[in-house]
């Protein structure tokens, strides 16, 4: 299996090759040059192995330089029901007659990314450990992505996290789940000032290409390839636990922010799962909603992009958006390309609305939209612990929210559940009066001894720190 760049350059590589890389060259997305097809014998196959086994499957048909016993094993060691909590590792569990969710919280950090980071952290330490190589990890974080990708990478050899954050700005739960990590190989760098600032921190030393090459700094975000084929396998996984044989369609609904998650599904549909419908998610940061109702995408300025209760969808532009706009413009680079780097640089936009490729996406792609507010959130919120007994975290409500809007009589619907309530507490405090339980391996963090520095909101600062904790 070979990787091509959305933007057209003409390189083409193996997983391991884009596996520790960010962008291609020419500053697009890596994505497979062709999506493997799977029949429904395979699908036969496939219904009854355990995670781990459908982990090995799948990523075995884009996956061709790591040999197959190590893969194998990588996949064993990450999918146990000790570290994600169950034997189903993504159960299903319905609320209602056909409306099911699929758990993908019950990770070491209580949200999906888990899902995908665990397997990175394993693919890192097994790639790196092959090359004799390190990497230093440099993120920003104000929230999700930073401790997941710590306790994926915690205790690994070759690699180092330093993590920024915005000093006093995350919730108190999620801080104590990463300042409490106490292993050598964790740097967690509060920055004085707001998130931008950190984000601004993270360009400013990926753009001194002599520093990036002397401490081999690398990233984790959320467009690296690997992250995306770990999330393909809980479509099939959910979509075997909702369905009793291969013939009957199922559409899911999954929150969305930068485009990961559900373009994971639109992958697992183009390679035959049979997925009816895929309903992007918002809140009211609806930069994607607004694209799947006219075809126009807009990107937001930073003061346009409101703060809301499901925070980890609060996004101005959807960096994985480009993955799918490919597959829409019948993967021609050149359309790629002046949509993403002449439009959307020249306007902060572009419009698809008069292009036939618009009506694909509803009609050949299954893709539906919703959009949610905090008063929805709220209510869904409300709605689902007194009708199932049941509690939802926001992001998940607005999920739901959106799913109820787009529920087709036969058609099993699955939500995604991104995260547990306990992480966004005050909102499910908000709309119940309650606490949220919480996993009792969680109980009494926030009394632990937090490992953590304060820098000025300077790159330099930042540099001089990581030169200091390389050795
Ligand atoms: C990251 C995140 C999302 C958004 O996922 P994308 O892959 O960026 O679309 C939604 N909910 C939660 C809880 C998250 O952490």
Redesign the pocket.
């Known amino acids: 299996m070979n990787y091509l760049s959305t933007r057209g350059h003409a390189d083409r590589k193996r997983f391991c090759e884009i596996l520790l890389e960010g962008l291609a060259p020419d500053g697009g997305l890596y994505l497979p040059e062709t999506y493997p097809q799977v029949d429904t014998a395979t699908l036969a196959k496939w219904r009854t192995l355990p995670y781990a086994e459908l982990a090995f499957e799948i990523l075995s048909l884009y996956i061709d330089d790591i040999p197959a016993a190590d893969l194998k094993a990588i996949c064993a060691k990450t999918y146990t029901a000790e570290v994600f909590g169950t034997d189903e590792i993504v159960p299903l569990r319905e609320l209602e007659d056909g409306v099911y969710l699929e758990a993908l919280s019950n990770g070491p950090t209580l949200?999906?990314?888990d899902m995908a980071m665990q397997l990175l952290g394993n693919l890192f330490e097994y790639e790196l450990a092959r090359r004799g190589a390190e990497l230093n990890i440099l993120g920003a974080t104000s929230g999700?992505t930073g401790s997941a990708a710590e306790y994926a990478m915690r205790g690994k050899k070759g690699v180092r996290v330093f993590m920024t954050s915005p000093d006093g700005r995350m919730s108190p739960f999620q801080q104590a789940q990463m300042f409490s990590l106490q292993d050598a190989n964790i740097h967690n760098i509060a920055i004085t000032g707001v998130f931008d600032d950190c984000q601004d921190i993270v360009k400013a030393v990926s753009n001194d290409l002599g520093f990036k090459r002397k401490y081999r700094i690398g990233t984790v975000n959320?467009i690296n390839w690997a992250r995306l084929l770990a999330q393909v396998v809980y479509y099939f996984a959910g979509y075997f636990q909702a369905t009793a044989s291969n013939d009957k369609p199922v559409s899911f609904t999954v929150?969305?922010?930068?485009?990961?998650?559900?373009c994971a599904g639109h992958v697992a549909r183009m390679m035959g799962l049979p997925i009816q419908t895929l309903v992007v998610a918002t809140n009211e940061n609806d930069v994607l909603d607004e694209f799947f109702r006219t075809g126009v995408y807009r990107v937001r300025a930073a003061v346009d992009t409101h703060e809301t209760s499901s925070p980890?969808?609060d996004i101005s532009k959807a960096s994985n958006f480009e993955r799918f706009v490919f597959d829409l413009v019948g993967r021609d680079a050149d359309r790629l390309r002046q949509l993403f780097v002449d439009d959307l640089g020249l306007t902060g936009s572009f419009d698809l609305s008069a292009d036939p490729a618009f009506q694909l996406a509803a009609e050949r792609f299954g893709f539906r939209s919703g959009r949610s507010t905090h008063a929805d959130r709220l209510a869904m919120i409300r709605d689902t612990e007194k009708r199932f007994a049941t509690l939802i975290d926001p992001?998940t409500a607005d999920g739901l929210k959106a799913a109820r809007e787009q529920l087709t009589p036969g058609v099993p619907m699955v939500v995604l559940e991104?995260?547990l309530p306990i992480k966004f507490a005050a909102t499910v405090v908000e709309a119940l009066g309650e606490e949220p339980a919480r996993p009792k391996k969680f109980e009494g963090i926030e009394a632990l001894p937090k490992r953590v520095v304060q820098l000025p909101a300077d790159a330099e600062a930042v540099k001089a720190y990581i030169a200091q904790h390389c050795d």
């Open positions: 949200a999906f990314k999700d959320s929150p969305s922010g930068n485009f990961g998650n559900v980890s969808m992001h991104t995260a």
